[in-house]
């Protein structure tokens, strides 16, 4: 054990060694790569091909205007000027500088094209709109070079070509020192990892397990923010603009409508309003998640506002009957934030007239007793599955979520009513029956424990 000892640490020993080596030699590579970097001079083509490019973008120009195109004015013409221009301030530079240059026949056609580029600049600029004469001197004038600009891309190109191979070459032997201590390392590393194989392996295991697990995490925290993000932004924005424009046509704001138009409007109205209920819904989750609510806790009368609650959903479902039955037989004051209360039992509301049969009936109940306030909501449809009841109140789940479920709804009511409730104080049960129906079961203290922000006191 002690020589196995003693041989970890003299292969550690060598492969440090070793490893000093290479980074040495890496260095020295990084150096030569760099000097190669700087004579590839990778921008010559391209402004080679720029410059024979404008020119024939520019003497197109020019014979729209003398055709007198419309939509070719001295302006048009001007510009391309410009362009060109600039195209042929450094046109190949790299090239332009070696000492070759100055010996190829291409350079005096190149000089020569910037004499004339200098030589008609006043002319362009002051170039009037119908004036052709001008414009047929300039285009003979630069007509005269395309065949020179063509064979000086060509050169540009067999000079690229002559500098990639040189670099090619030198890369490569560079390559092979690389490959040399490469290969040294690769064999002390595999004999060091053979030696320490067993202990790290566990280790190994669970990082990589650490590492994925870290990497999912962020990929769908990632993947929600950016989904609440479109819908806050792209979806809830326009989808109040129209739901606007409906509620002008259903009002009679924008004139009488005929019967048929106006019952269509009815629709596309309450269908906006469904939508705009899902986004709320997905919103209201996310504020959850970051403890984000501020509760407005205020007085209010429990009895009107479930009759505000029922009457909302009435209208949005027409040929459903919510029947609210109170059982205190007057005023239930109690101190809350009545704008979460009322989603709660909209959503209750809204899960129940989902999941009934038509023309069947839900009870919507209210009542006190000398603490504490009652809500119930009972619907006589499908019922829960025994299957799905311990997961009633979780988020994005629901009863059937099937491809070619009969209800709608992003599966959050449930959840968020759990959590304005329990921010309240109170609780919320259920019992159900598959085949007869669910009753859902809410009660909360008439005087809040919840301060204005949201935090127990």
């Known amino acids: 054990m002690q020589r196995l000892f003693a041989l970890r640490w003299i292969v550690a020993a060598a492969l440090v060694v070793v490893f000093a080596m290479t980074t040495l030699g890496y260095f020295s590579l990084r150096d030569n790569l760099s000097d190669l970097s700087?004579?590839?001079?990778?921008?010559?083509?391209?402004?080679?091909?720029?410059?024979?490019?404008?020119?024939?973008?520019?003497?197109?120009?020019l014979a729209m205007f003398i055709a007198e195109d419309p939509d070719t004015t001295a302006d048009n013409v001007r510009f391309r000027f410009d362009i060109l221009w600039s195209r042929q301030a450094a046109p190949a530079s790299d090239i332009r500088d070696s000492p070759e240059w100055s010996r190829a026949a291409e350079a005096e056609a190149v000089e020569q094209f910037g004499t004339l580029l200098r030589e008609v600049d006043n002319m362009v600029v002051t170039l009037q709109d119908g004036d052709t004469e001008t414009a047929k001197y300039l285009h003979t004038a630069f007509r005269e070079f395309f065949l020179p600009l063509h064979e000086f891309t060509i050169l540009v190109k067999e000079k690229q070509a002559e500098i990639d191979l040189e670099a090619r070459e030198e890369i490569w032997r560079l390559s092979q020192f690389s490959a040399m201590f490469g290969s040294i390392i690769a064999f002390v590393s595999l004999l060091l990892a053979a030696l320490f194989y067993i202990d790290a392996r566990s280790h190994r295991r669970i990082s990589s397990e650490n590492i994925r697990l870290f990497e999912e995490s962020q990929a769908a925290y990632k993947a929600k923010v950016e989904f609440l993000s479109t819908v806050s932004h792209e979806l809830r924005t326009p989808l109040t603009s129209?739901?606007?424009?409906?509620?002008?046509?259903?009002?009679?704001?924008?004139?009488?409508?005929?019967?048929?138009?106006?019952?269509?409007?009815?629709?596309?109205?309450?269908?906006?309003?469904?939508?705009?209920?899902?986004?709320?819904?997905?919103?209201?989750s996310a504020k959850l998640e970051r403890k984000g609510w501020n509760l407005k806790v205020k007085d209010f009368d429990l009895a009107q506002l479930a009759e505000t609650a029922a009457e909302s959903h009435q209208i949005y479902r027409i040929g459903r009957l919510i029947r609210i039955v109170n059982k205190a037989g007057g005023e239930i004051q109690m101190q809350a934030d009545p704008i979460r209360i009322e989603q709660v039992i909209s959503?209750?509301?809204?899960?129940?007239?989902?999941?009934?049969?038509?023309?069947?009936?839900?009870?919507?109940?209210?009542?006190?007793?000398?603490?504490?306030?009652l809500i119930t909501v009972q619907d006589f449809g499908s019922g829960i599955p025994k299957s799905f009841k311990s997961r009633i109140f979780e988020e994005f789940t629901q009863a059937d979520s099937s491809d070619t479920r009969s209800a709608g709804g992003t599966g959050l009511g449930l959840s968020i009513a759990k959590h304005i409730v329990e921010w309240h104080g109170g609780t919320i049960s259920f019992e159900s029956t598959e085949g007869l129906g669910t009753t859902f079961t809410i009660t909360l203290p008439l005087r809040s424990s919840v301060s204005p922000l949201g935090e127990t006191e």
């Not at 606007?244 to 019952?263: I, N, Q, R, T």
């Not at 129940?352 to 603490?371: E, H, M, Q």
């Open 242 to 284: 129209i739901k606007g424009v409906l509620g002008l046509f259903v009002g009679g704001a924008l004139g009488p409508l005929s019967d048929k138009a106006l019952e269509m409007s009815q629709i596309a109205y309450r269908s906006s309003s469904k939508l705009e209920a899902l986004i709320n819904d997905i919103m209201d």
């Open 347 to 373: 959503n209750l509301l809204s899960n129940a007239i989902k999941f009934s049969d038509d023309k069947t009936n839900v009870i919507l109940t209210v009542d006190r007793t000398d603490t504490e306030a």
């Open 38 to 61: 700087s004579t590839k001079r990778q921008g010559a083509i391209w402004e080679a091909n720029q410059l024979e490019f404008e020119l024939l973008r520019f003497s197109n120009s």
